[in-house]
């Protein structure tokens, strides 16, 4: 009822969306990964959808529901992320990054179990880094025609502000979206803080799809 009455600002637009962690293998069994629970991408798809928009959500491993309307891509690792993402935005007029991508994952992974030997020995790790889905897309010749609108989030752990507006000039994004601590992985609410070429503005403390609402009308503005 409340999403009927809103103005359908993003018709016509389609929105393609990562959220939540990668999983990177370490062998069958066990791997690394990232905090996230994925709640700020869905409710990002949600509040698109309720804006009008077509929305593609290519999500890592995570339990939540699939928003109404939301056309849904379920992918592990941050190579399986940057396969499906990239022909989605082919197509897309806006791409919104909030996945945990891993930034490293095992050079190789073992085809069986890695078992212990019993002499206390551990295995030693080789990492090689990912693919940078954001920067990828963002580089992309439909980005820098200006008819894909990319959006990165920003996890940092302190000088948010600073640390967020050089991210956004290094992935070359017009709009990056910093969590305003302290930690809010899982949590149901947040505040954000958008930092663009004119500078940083916080949006209070409110619920995830709050927030993802007034995300959305502050992209439409943009477009
Ligand atoms: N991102 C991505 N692919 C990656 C890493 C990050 O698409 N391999 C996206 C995230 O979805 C987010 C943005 O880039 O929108 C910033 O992610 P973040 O981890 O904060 O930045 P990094 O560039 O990975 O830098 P660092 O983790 O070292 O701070
Ligand atoms: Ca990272």
């Known amino acids: 009822i409340v999403a009927f009455f809103q103005p359908k600002r993003l018709a016509g637009k389609r929105v393609l969306v990562t959220a939540g962690p990668t999983f990177e293998a370490i062998d069958p069994v066990r791997g690394i990964t990232n905090l996230s629970s ?11 959808r309720e804006a ?7 999500a890592g491993p995570v339990s939540l529901a699939t928003p109404r309307g939301v056309t849904r891509i379920d992918v592990r690792s941050a190579q399986d992320m940057l396969q499906a ?12 990054a909030t996945a945990a991508v891993a930034d490293w994952r095992p050079s190789s992974a073992s085809d069986q179990k890695i078992k212990k ?14 693919p940078d889905i954001l920067a990828t897309l963002a580089k992309s010749a439909r980005a820098e025609s200006g008819a894909l609108f990319c959006v990165g989030f920003a996890a940092e752990s302190h000088d948010l502000e600073s640390n967020a507006q050089a991210k956004r ?3 070359g994004v017009p709009l990056l979206v910093g969590n305003i601590g302290p930690a809010t ?24 799809l709050e927030l993802a609402r007034r995300l959305v009308a502050e992209i439409a503005d943009r477009l």
């Open 185 to 208: 992985f899982g949590a149901d609410d947040n505040a954000l803080l958008l930092v663009d070429a004119k500078g940083t503005r916080e949006v209070p403390r409110a619920s995830k």
């Open 117 to 130: 030997d019993g002499s206390g020995k551990t295995p030693q790790l080789e990492f090689t880094e990912n």
């Open 38 to 48: 994925g709640k700020m991408g869905f409710a990002i798809a949600r509040a698109a």
């Open 169 to 171: 000039v290094r992935k």
């Open 85 to 96: 993402t990239v022909p989605a935005a082919q197509s897309a007029d806006i791409f919104i």
């Open 52 to 58: 009008g928009a077509n929305v593609t959500l290519v």
